[in-house]
Nanobody
Framework: QVQLVESGGGTVQPGGSLRLSCAAS????????MHWHRQAPGKERELVAT???????NYADSVKGRFTISRDNAKNTVYLQMNSLKPEDTAVYYC?????????WGQGTQVTVSS
């Protein structure tokens, strides 16, 4: 079992930036997929960004051009750089890994975008 711990959430004004981190309890070198999801109040959880073990990335249309996912295998950490934040980005953000039959979720970190 791999434990994931998110950090970096907080409150920011529209147009601001945040960087979320997801630290894993073991090596993520051979983990096929690392994802960031988010869930806003009253809405379903949605997939925001994915990075593969080969470094291939994919984004939801709503965040393309504003968010960047990256991974540092040496630090067992995945990041989500969020720029030009909008009020509709307000949500709890979750890190998730997927590799074969291995699945794990973090506890989430709150991001609030408000003036």
């Amino acid at each position: 079992q791999v434990q994931l711990v998110e950090s970096g959430g907080g409150t920011v004004q529209p147009g601001g930036s945040l960087r979320l981190s997801c630290a894993a309890s073991r090596s993520i070198f051979n983990i096929n997929f690392m994802h960031w999801h988010r869930q806003a109040p009253g809405k379903e959880r949605e997939l925001v960004a994915t990075i593969t073990d080969f470094g291939i990335t994919n984004y939801a249309d709503s965040v393309k051009g504003r968010f960047t996912i990256s991974r540092d295998n040496a630090k067992n950490t995945v990041y989500l750089q969020m720029n030009s934040l909008k009020p509709e980005d307000t949500a709890v953000y979750y890190c998730n890994l997927e590799s074969g039959i291995l699945r794990s979720w973090g506890q989430g970190t709150q991001v609030t975008v408000s003036s």
